[in-house]
DNA sequence: GTCAGCGTTGAATAG
DNA sequence: TCTATTCAACGCTGA
């Protein structure tokens, strides 16, 4: 917000200066600049029941990495002449106040809120394709096209700012710590070694894209995603989550390098295809209703999932019986960071793979738990890999037993996050059902003692999601079938001056139908 | 209305 | 150890 001489940064996402415009803006030209991040208490307070079922409050992990994302923000403040204010309470609220204080005032107040989160905005994309976002990525790539920045230098370095004004009656304080947010900090195993902030994202991506090879070879599919002591991919999304990276900065890097390669990988599996993806998931969220649930939700397959507590729980407890499923579960917990197919893996698994339970209760778990979690993304992906948009062929199951061996034969991942499999002999490290007594014994892990059982049988359920996931499908394809009729009927009636056209009636029409 | 071709990343098997 | 093929087979798009 900026009014003749004052000017009010405030910071939600974007946790950063370079590639700021929102805070190049509000510099220029004003006398007083208030940097401002408001603490929500609805995000931010300790929750009791943290580790219930649904509980969707964000993880210490996470926070933790806020945290440090704010006291990087106001170190680099300070260092060009102004530093971050801190403050407390609904933001609605806290906003208004700010202005009862005079931090901005005058007649008029003029409010900018460019663009500068995603690669594109999304709006420009919908409007492009006729009203409605697309919603497979070839289709989204063609209506993206290059950005219309992608050349044009980005402001990555901020000499200085103005300085703060008077901040009145407002008990501004310095970036709390999370027990000062009356959290228990969190034991040391426990804890993300993936630390937040500005800086460390700058160091992170210039790591990551010093070998030029790597860059211009990177094969999504390709990566090991049982790769723990250097992960497969750039772990950067944490600092595009909280836009301590820039994705536009990024994207330039990136550019830059293929440039000068002879050959290279393309989206969707190269490394600029999967920035592509995440403003494809944000276009499709920002443009879909009720994206995040299944009900009322038009891209959404109707699907009766169960409702499963005991199995949700053995999910989301590493208890399953499966050590490739647990170890992962394990490292989400502990790590707040799990590689991209171990995310597919154990998605699938909860979902149309093994456990039938909806979708809506594991986008849950990742949504508290992950440090990058990313609404758009993490919905999408889960509407995703529970095959009820976007991608729908339920006979393609990961396998809790395959799957991970194909990568590490020696079981080295789950030996790491499930310790008390570590002695388990490699040929039954992901069967260990299926070792006999004596070699459980020498193992020091009898299971279904130290270790569980498997809540299921691979086979059985796998056969049974298959089946049921067919079936819920045919009956979607015969409530469309339905709809459709009625809708030409419907056309029929009105006279053509009416400006829906065939496919938005269709799309009201199903969801009255849906609800 | 029909149908081939396509879709970020499956598993098992053959060579 | 790596790649190609087969299996079984989905919805969506566009000619």
């Given at each position: 917000m900026a009014s003749g001489a004052n000017s009010l940064m405030w910071f939600r996402k974007g946790l950063r200066l370079h590639d700021n415009p929102a805070l190049e803006y509000a510099a220029k030209g004003s006398k007083f600049l208030y940097p401002v991040f408001v603490i929500d208490p609805h995000y931010m307070e300790p929750d009791p029941t943290a580790f219930s079922l649904g509980s969707s409050k964000a993880g210490l992990n996470r926070i933790q990495f806020l945290l440090e994302s704010l006291v990087d923000l106001d170190l680099s403040l300070k260092k060009v002449g102004s530093r971050l204010l801190v403050l407390k309470g609904d933001p609605g609220e806290v906003l208004i106040r700010c202005l009862k204080e005079g931090y901005v005032?005058?007649?008029?107040?003029?409010?900018?809120?460019p663009v500068s989160h995603t690669l594109y905005n999304p709006a420009d994309i919908i409007r492009k394709n006729g009203g409605s976002p697309p919603l497979s990525y070839q289709s989204f790539l063609k209506l993206a096209g290059q950005p219309s920045w992608a050349t044009t230098p980005l402001l990555t370095t901020i000499?200085?700012?103005p300085p703060i004004g008077n901040t009145g009656s407002f008990a501004v304080s310095e970036v709390p710590t999370v027990r000062e947010l009356g959290y228990e900090d969190?034991?040391?195993?426990?804890r993300t070694p993936f630390k937040g902030g500005e800086s460390e994202a700058l160091k992170r991506l210039r790591e990551s894209i010093a070998n030029k090879e790597w860059v211009a070879n990177f094969e999504k599919p390709k990566g090991d995603p049982s790769a723990?002591?250097?992960?497969a991919t750039t772990v950067l999304s944490p600092y595009l989550k909280f836009g301590c990276l820039s994705s536009r900065y990024f994207y330039q890097c990136i550019q830059d390098i293929l440039k000068c390669s002879?050959?290279?990988?393309?989206?969707?599996?190269?490394l600029l295809g999967q920035l592509l993806w995440r403003d494809f998931f944000y276009t499709a969220a920002f443009g879909t209703p009720n994206f995040n649930q299944m009900k009322g939700n038009r891209i959404c397959k109707q699907i009766p999932w169960k409702n499963d507590d005991e199995l949700l729980a053995a999910w989301r407890d590493s208890r399953t019986g499966f050590?490739?499923?647990d170890a992962i579960m394990v490292q989400l917990r502990k790590w707040g960071w799990i590689h991209h197919l171990a995310r597919h893996s154990v998605a699938c698994f909860l979902t149309r793979g093994d456990l039938f339970v909806h979708w809506e209760r594991g986008r849950h778990v990742f949504e508290r738990l992950l440090i990058d979690s990313d609404w758009a993304?993490?919905?999408?992906?889960?509407l995703w890999l529970s095959c009820s948009s976007f991608f729908y062929q339920y006979n393609r199951i990961y396998s809790p037993i395959s799957f991970g061996k194909k990568y590490d034969s020696a079981g080295n991942y789950i030996r790491h996050f499930l310790p008390v499999l570590k002695d388990m002999p490699k040929e039954y490290i992901y069967e260990p059902w299926t070792a006999p007594i004596s070699v459980q014994r020498k193992a020091k892990c009898i299971i279904g003692i130290d270790y569980p059982k498997p809540v299921v049988s691979h086979d059985s359920a796998s056969k049974e999601c298959k089946m049921r996931l067919g079936e819920a499908y045919a009956l979607n394809k015969k409530l469309n079938g339905l709809v459709s009729d009625e809708d030409l009927n419907e056309l029929r009636r009105k006279a053509d001056n009416e400006s829906t056209t065939l496919d938005s009636v269709s799309r009201k029409k199903k969801q009255k139908l849906i609800d």
């Open positions: 005032s005058g007649t008029g107040v003029e409010i900018f809120s000499s200085s700012l969190l034991a040391e195993d426990e723990f002591l250097k992960p002879k050959k290279h990988t393309s989206p969707p599996v190269s050590p490739w499923i993304i993490n919905n999408g992906n889960w």
